[in-house]
């Protein structure tokens, strides 16, 4: 009886192992996880009823990625279905002509015209397979590359407000999962379209025989399909039950092998206490595997059963026909091959099915996501902005964060002239982050005004606002390309060309990174990524030279600074600093934002935030004299080393001598 339930899902049970090291079983918070239950709840008949709208837009896709291969597939599955109609009546009439009257030479002569028919048919129906095969197979990758395409320009045009926004990096994870589903869903509705059309075919085909037999068919088929659904929803529910389980065991199998874990792994031996757990963990799901498997049997044994208990009736109906003379030998043969087809036909369609409305779920997220991000998309065109540069003024700028309540920044006024150095300072939480966020054009004020030489940025071309502005923030990208892109990146329109390549090399002197390329096995086409074959990786410090080689090739009006030097030794820092403040010009202002006093010294205009305002603002001398925030956080920083800083003695450093180091002068 237990079989004939409706299965449920159970709690997972949870190892020891699990538990000791997770607490519990993992629960993961990611946009595709709430579709893990979908096909709990679907019957055939529901999943029937909702195809069109599941496939609707694959198939919109499909058509605008080759209409002329989606058609193919439609009407090769269509015509395959009217070859194995044509088929079985083809059975139906040379069993009729073989259990004929007359001679069996003269019974097999009169059956030939079928037995040839049947054979054109034959090969027919091959022809068509194969053709729906091989546009299928063009069809499949460039959906797939469409969905993706689709996706991933609908991210990139969204304001970084929404990347950064929680339920909706839910969605565009989520939506990740819709370009493949996309792909799968094409083989589904072919797999579906052939089973429904065998379905449809034989049920037909049996009710020009006998009216009767269209009955017996679903009779007999109903079981095999009911024993093909509960297999499949109790093999889904056990993934369902085990998959955090699962998901335990390969984050164990990754962090064995990660890069960033191998020396605890080895040091602490940590390998073998965690290689330990994965085994104890594997072990406990084999039990499900078997109880998995033993359901499985007892289920298709007892659909096989009745299957059986139905296709005796349907039999003995059959005989209870021919003995009345109201159905002939030839027509129950034909009959039996009908049913054992529409049989198979309806298995076929409930699995297939279960397949396409669980895929359909990731290309409705798919669609979803697009929609969502048009709304959210980064608007196009606006004001022009002057082509001579001169200014960037913050007016009484206010901006926060939707999942925070207070501000990032409140009545901020400042301004960022060409041909100067401005200095951002103030600890961690104090606003800069933000201000560089606002000064880009990445975020919009929500209070107050930021001109781009008199263009408001909130109707300004925010194309024209990014062209003119050049990041290198600390996490800056270290894209895994050559040494040459890695640096023509910073302007990717202009990266062909001679004049590109002359560029390059000039970028990559003014950075000093030239000398590092010399020592690269191919000089500028090395490819920096460790994880291709033949590649070179880079340090943290050799990396912050092409990213400032990446900023001065770019050549933007307002370059953005964001902690430059964190990975440099201390004369490569000096010389850092002097390269970055050498990128100021008639056309060009440097912002930079970094905790190393030394490199703001010699800022023309150093504005001190603390808690989302601007609290100080001039030059280190006046700074300093001034005896606020600023002396008070230079005067730290030099007293860590035993400096003397004026208006502040000097206090040694403890634990030995006083260090020189150049970061404080």
């Given at each position: 009886m237990r079989l004939l339930k409706r299965p449920v899902l159970?709690?997972?049970?949870?190892?020891?192992?699990?538990?000791?090291?997770?607490?519990?079983?993992?629960?993961y918070?990611?946009?595709?996880?709430?579709?893990?239950?979908a096909q709990l709840e679907a019957r055939l008949t529901d999943t029937l009823r909702a195809m069109p709208r599941m496939v609707g837009g694959t198939l919109r896709l499909a058509r605008s990625a080759d209409r002329r291969a989606l058609f193919t597939v439609a009407a090769a599955e269509a015509g395959q279905g009217v070859t194995a109609a044509l088929g079985l009546l083809v059975v139906n009439a040379v069993l009729g002509r073989l259990l004929g009257t007359g001679t069996a030479a003269e019974r097999l002569h009169a059956a030939l015209p079928a037995l040839a028919l049947g054979a054109l048919v034959a090969v027919l129906g091959a022809v068509l397979a194969s053709w729906s095969t091989a546009a299928a197979g063009r069809l499949e990758p460039k959906v797939e590359r469409a969905a993706h395409e689709r996706y991933l320009h609908a991210a990139i045009r969204v304001e970084l407000e929404a990347i950064e926004d929680g339920e909706f990096r839910r969605l565009l994870d989520s939506a990740q999962w819709g370009p493949p589903a996309a792909r799968r869903t094409i083989g589904a509705c072919v797999a579906t379209l052939n089973a429904l059309i065998s379905l449809v075919a034989a049920a037909g085909v049996l009710t020009v025989l006998h009216p009767a037999l269209l009955p017996m068919l679903l009779l007999i088929a109903a079981p095999r399909g009911w024993g093909a659904m509960r297999v499949a929803q109790r093999r889904y529910l056990s993934v369902m039950s085990w998959v955090e389980h699962v998901r335990a065991a390969r984050l164990i199998g990754q962090l064995l092998i990660s890069r960033t874990s191998a020396a605890e792994v080895r040091v602490h031996g940590v390998g073998r206490y965690l290689l330990g757990h994965y085994r104890k963990m594997g072990e406990h799901a084999e039990t499900e595997a078997t109880r998995l498997a033993r359901d499985k049997a007892g289920t298709e044994l007892l659909a096989a059963a009745l299957s059986g208990a139905a296709a005796l009736v349907t039999y003995a109906a059959m005989g209870a026909l021919i003995v009345s003379g109201r159905m002939d030998l030839a027509v129950a043969g034909t009959a039996v091959l009908a049913v054992r087809s529409g049989s198979a036909g309806l298995g076929a369609l409930v699995s297939s099915t279960n397949v396409l409305h669980e895929e359909s779920l990731y290309v409705r997220d798919l669609e979803r996501f697009v929609a969502e991000a048009g709304q959210r998309a980064i608007p196009a065109g606006g004001r022009a902005l002057p082509e001579r540069f001169e200014a960037v003024r913050l007016t009484d700028v206010g901006f926060r964060y939707p999942d925070r309540e207070e501000p990032a920044l409140s009545g901020v006024s400042l301004t960022v002239e060409a041909g100067r150095v401005v200095a951002l300072v103030g600890e961690n939480g104090s606003g800069k982050s933000t201000l560089v966020k606002l000064l880009a054009g990445l975020h919009l004020p929500d209070s107050g005004r930021i001109g781009w030489d008199g263009v408001d940025l909130a109707e300004a071309d925010r194309e024209q606002v990014f062209d003119r502005v050049a990041l290198l923030t600390q996490d800056f990208e270290r894209w895994p390309v050559t040494a040459r892109t890695n640096i023509a990146i910073g302007r990717p329109q202009e990266v062909e060309g001679v004049d590109s390549a002359a560029a390059v090399v000039a970028a990559a002197r003014y950075a000093g990174a030239d000398a590092l390329v010399r020592k690269l096995p191919h000089g500028y086409e090395t490819l920096l990524a460790r994880v291709f074959r033949g590649a070179s990786e880079l340090s943290g410090g050799q990396w912050q030279k092409?990213?400032?080689?990446?900023?001065?090739?770019?050549?933007?009006?307002?370059?953005?600074?964001?902690?430059?030097?964190?990975?440099?030794?201390p004369e490569a820092e000096i010389a850092a600093f002097d390269s970055i403040r050498g990128l100021a010009g008639p056309q060009r202002a440097v912002v930079l934002v970094t905790h190393r006093m030394s490199g703001v010294r010699h800022a023309d205009v150093i504005y001190v935030l603390h808690e989302?305002?601007?609290?100080?603002?001039?030059?280190?001398?006046?700074?300093?004299?001034?005896?606020?925030?600023?002396a008070a956080m230079f005067r730290m920083q030099a007293e860590q080393y035993g400096k003397t800083v004026p208006g502040g003695p000097s206090i040694p450093r403890q634990g030995g001598a006083p260090r020189n180091d150049p970061s404080v002068t």
């Open positions: 159970a709690d997972g049970t949870v190892s020891d192992s699990e538990r000791q090291l997770f607490g519990g079983p993992l629960r918070d990611a946009g595709w996880a709430e579709h893990e239950y092409f990213g400032l080689a990446r900023t001065r090739y770019r050549d933007a009006h307002v370059i953005v600074v964001d902690e430059p030097t964190s990975a440099l030794d989302g305002r601007l609290v100080e603002q001039g030059s280190h001398q006046e700074l300093l004299e001034l005896g606020g925030r600023y």
